[in-house]
Structures are given as structure tokens and as C-alpha cells.
């Protein structure tokens, strides 16, 4: 009777697909134990790993000197991974005493090699750890990887050039902060906050430079140095604002005004046309503004745009010397309706926190 049901090729092709479809199920369920037996057997040892190595990377922090487990070739990258996490949330001589293991355990030649190799992940490793080491023999791979096409990397071979060699480092970097325009604007902002002062300062050179020619890389510029809140005169903050016309370059100038010598920059664009600009007139004034300026303030509440209303009325309670009694007469004197309204909402706002 089944002879007879599988002599249809109909049923015959039905049985097949259906017994190949099973076989398939449980080739598929089988890679997949597998895959899970795997991974559970990498986690298994890497917690083995760590058990083993972390109390020594902790001891080494604080001074002492462990007895060193055998490290196999196999668990470098692994080592190196915990080692940086470490490196990441230390400063002074923790740092030291973790770059001294490193050395004792001799494999600066695997880092050399894996800043070459082909993976991508180890590159990575290879680059921050250098970087932390300061290791010379590394300077000509970084050079060579800062022209990396992957943003990652080029910017993690600039940060190692700046703790190995930062002198001759500046002909380098600087160029490709400025040409770089896929480096993210917060990575390359740290990296000037970690540099010397002497890059900095060549940095500025640069941005100083681009201002006067007017460059269309001012702007990315002018966003990386608003990370350092530098408070010191800076020269090209005159020009830009004396003499640019595009809002987001005068925007981002105003973000890097610090000292009150600059304040009658910042008033002379109190009634820019456009709002964003207004909305950083306003928040200079309450950070660095005056007496006089409460009446700049006051009329800034009076503008048609919401944005520009609410950061002159927050500047203006935020100011050390106004008080209760002030803001009353303020509020008496208010004319206008919505600037009367967004004053009340800046008081409330300033009461919640």
C-alpha cells in the first residue's frame, strides 16, 4: 500500500520535500547547539580569564609587584581589552604602573604587528594601548594610519602621536584635523583638550589663519575649540564678528566669547536679523553681562521669536546681581505681553530648580 501511495509523482515529490525539510530542521538544530556550546564555552573562559588577570592588574595599580600567570598568545587582545578598560578610568602613577606590566610581559612586538594587521578590532586595541605606552618604535605606523580612510582609526593613530612625540606631532595632526572631515567633532575636540598647551596653541594659529582667509572649514573649527572654554582674549573672535555675515560662523564665535573684554562685540549683535544668533547674544549676556545689559535683556523678551524670548528672560534671572525686588520692577515696567509671559515662565523655571 506505501509502494503503491509513493508511485504517484506527486506523492513521491511531496515525501522528499518533506524528508529533506526534516533533515534540514535538524542540520539547522544542530549548528545552532553548536553555535550556543560555542559561545558559552568563550564566555566560560574569558570569565576565567578576567578572574585570573583582573586582581593582578589591580594590584599592579596600586604599587605592588604579583607573580605574572602565564599570558598565551591566544589572550593578548583579551588581556589588553581589561588593561585598557583600566587605563580609561586612571590618571597619574596607576597609569605608570599598568604601562610597566605591559612592558614586563614583552609583547610590544604583537602590538607592532597588530597595528598593521588586517583586523580592524585589533588595529583599534593596538592604537589606544600604544597610546597610553607612548611607544616611540610605533611613531612611522601612526603616521601611516592617520591617512587611514576608517575615521576611527586615523583619529585614535592622531591621539597615540599627540602622548608619544606631541613636538613633532603638530605638523602631522594639525592637518588632518583641519582636512579630516569625518572625524566627529567631540573625538577630535577631546583629543585638543588632552593636548600641551603648545598644541593648542598651534591649533589656534590654524583657526586665526582660516578666519582671516575666511576658509570653509572655520566653522568645524570654532566648534572643536568650544570644548576647551579657553578664557583668554582670542583675536580672531574680533574679525568674525566685525565682519561675518553667516549666522552659524557668528553663532558658533559667540559660543567661545569668555571674557567680559569681548562683551562690546556681543552687544553690536544684539539686533542681528536672524534669531539663533539673538539667542546667543542673550546667553553671553547672562553669563558675562552687566547692569547696563538688563536693559538688552529686557528688550530681547520683546522679540517675535519664542526661542530668543526664553533665553533672554533664563539669562536674565540667572544674573548674580538680580534680585526678587529687581525682577518686580522688571515685571512692572513689562509693556509687552509675551515678554511679561515668557518672564513669568523663567521664574517659575528657576524656582523648580
Do not use: C
Not at 605606552?133 to 605606523?141: F, M, S
Not at 583675536?235 to 552659524?248: M, T
Amino acid at each position: 500500500m506505501v509502494f503503491a501511495t509513493l508511485s504517484d509523482p506527486k506523492t513521491r515529490l511531496a515525501f522528499w520535500i518533506g524528508a529533506i525539510a526534516l533533515i534540514l530542521t535538524i542540520v539547522l538544530l544542530v549548528e545552532i547547539i553548536r553555535i550556543r556550546m560555542v559561545l558559552y564555552a568563550k564566555k566560560v573562559r574569558k570569565n576565567r580569564f578576567i578572574h585570573l588577570w583582573q586582581p593582578v592588574l589591580i594590584k599592579t595599580i596600586a604599587g605592588e609587584t604579583p607573580k605574572l600567570p602565564t599570558l598565551h598568545a591566544r589572550d593578548i587582545v583579551e588581556l589588553l581589552l581589561l588593561w585598557l578598560r583600566f587605563q580609561n578610568t586612571l590618571r597619574g602613577d596607576s597609569r605608570l604602573h599598568l604601562n610597566r606590566l605591559l612592558t614586563q610581559l614583552l609583547i610590544k612586538p604583537t602590538l607592532l604587528k597588530m597595528l598593521t594587521g588586517s583586523k580592524t578590532d585589533e588595529r583599534l586595541i593596538a592604537l589606544a594601548t600604544v597610546g597610553f605606552l607612548g611607544t616611540k618604535e610605533a611613531r612611522a605606523d601612526l603616521v601611516v594610519a592617520l591617512n587611514d580612510p576608517q575615521p576611527a582609526i586615523s583619529v585614535l593613530a592622531a591621539h597615540a602621536l599627540l602622548s608619544i612625540n606631541d613636538s613633532d606631532s603638530i605638523s602631522h595632526v594639525i592637518p588632518m584635523m583641519v582636512g579630516r572631515r569625518d572625524w566627529p567633532i567631540d573625538r577630535t575636540a577631546i583629543m585638543l583638550k588632552d593636548a600641551s598647551p603648545k598644541f593648542v596653541e598651534a591649533f589656534l594659529v590654524e583657526v586665526e589663519q582660516a578666519a582671516i582667509d575666511n576658509q570653509p572649514y572655520l566653522l568645524r573649527l570654532l566648534r572643536i575649540l568650544d570644548v576647551l572654554q579657553l578664557s583668554r582674549p582670542l583675536e580672531f573672535l574680533r574679525h568674525i564678528l566685525e565682519n561675518s555675515n553667516n549666522p552659524e560662523l557668528v553663532t558658533s564665535t559667540l559660543k567661545l566669547v569668555r571674557l567680559n573684554s569681548d562683551l562690546d562685540l556681543v552687544r553690536n549683535r544684539l539686533n542681528d536679523e536672524n534669531w539663533a544668533v539673538q539667542v546667543q547674544v542673550a546667553a553671553v549676556l547672562g553669563r558675562l553681562g552687566v547692569s547696563e545689559d538688563v536693559p538688552r535683556l529686557v528688550s530681547l523678551m520683546s522679540s517675535k521669536d519664542w526661542w530668543v524670548r526664553y533665553r533672554a528672560a533664563k539669562s536674565l534671572v540667572q544674573l548674580p546681581f538680580i534680585n526678587h525686588a529687581k525682577i518686580e520692577v522688571i515685571k512692572q515696567n513689562m509693556n509687552d505681553a509675551f515678554g511679561y509671559d515668557i518672564l513669568l515662565h523663567a521664574i517659575a523655571e528657576q524656582a523648580e530648580s
